[in-house]
């Protein structure tokens, strides 16, 4: 059974630095492309930033390019979203997700993680 | 950036209704719209992708059918624990949801 188990969300104030972590199992990470997705009960739900299998290619949402660094260790089975600079209107719900093996949508999701940006 | 603009935002139907839900892009995705279902309090879990196929463990009450700008969710029979939020996606460039239709029971 596919499982991916976010952690590490949190209450932060605007500036600072947080880091989500994705643990998976149930299949084999690095045959994956992976991503974080969010979501707001005012914006719905945005593709924050996606992994190739190898971490060698990586992708970000405008808003985010510069702050946000997605990462994976596929000895660990896990994947990371460093986010740095936080600003009130990165406060989300945050998903970790797997993409298809053979297009790109979102065929796994985990439960989310909160994080509130706030002084 | 393409836009996905989903209609209608809020849907009341009654158990064995059949159900349809519209998406519709700015411009052409191909065959590249998925469909996902999110009930309170969880994930979205995928229902349907590219277009038309029905991802594991779908019930076949659930299809999907379109192409280029406009596509539609059908569920045939609605059951009770259909009720859910539901969201388009197109990954033909980058990746962009549309709004979501929350379905109720009447």
């Known amino acids: 059974e596919v499982q991916l188990v976010e952690s590490g969300g949190g209450l932060v104030q605007p500036g600072r630095s947080l880091k989500l972590s994705c643990a998976a199992s149930g299949f084999t990470f690095s045959n994956y492309d992976m991503a974080w997705v969010r979501q707001t009960p005012t914006k719905g739900l945005e593709w924050v930033a996606s992994?190739?299998?190898?971490?060698?290619?990586?992708y970000y949402r405008d808003s985010v390019k510069g702050r946000f660094t997605i990462s994976r260790d596929n000895a660990k089975n896990t994947q990371y979203l460093q986010m740095d600079s936080l600003r009130s209107e990165d406060t989300a719900t945050y998903y970790c997700?797997?993409?298809?093996?053979?297009?790109?949508?979102?065929?796994?999701w985990g439960q989310g993680v909160m994080v509130t940006v706030s002084s | 950036d393409i836009q996905m603009t989903q209609s209608p935002s809020f849907l009341s139907a009654s158990v064995g209704d059949r159900v349809t839900i519209n998406c519709k892009a700015s411009q052409n995705i191909n065959k590249y719209l998925d469909w996902y279902q999110q009930k309170l309090g969880e994930a979205p879990k995928l229902l349907i992708y590219?277009?038309?196929s029905l991802h594991t463990g779908i019930p076949s009450r659930f299809s999907g059918s379109g192409s280029g700008t406009d596509f539609t969710l059908t569920i045939s029979s609605l059951q009770p624990e259909d009720v859910a939020t539901y969201f388009c996606l197109q990954h033909d460039i980058g990746w962009t949801f549309g709004g979501g239709t929350k379905l109720e029971l009447k």
């Open positions: 590219n277009t038309n």
């Open positions: 997700a797997r993409h298809g093996v053979t297009t790109s949508y979102f065929d796994y």
């Open positions: 992994i190739s299998t190898g971490g060698g290619n990586t």
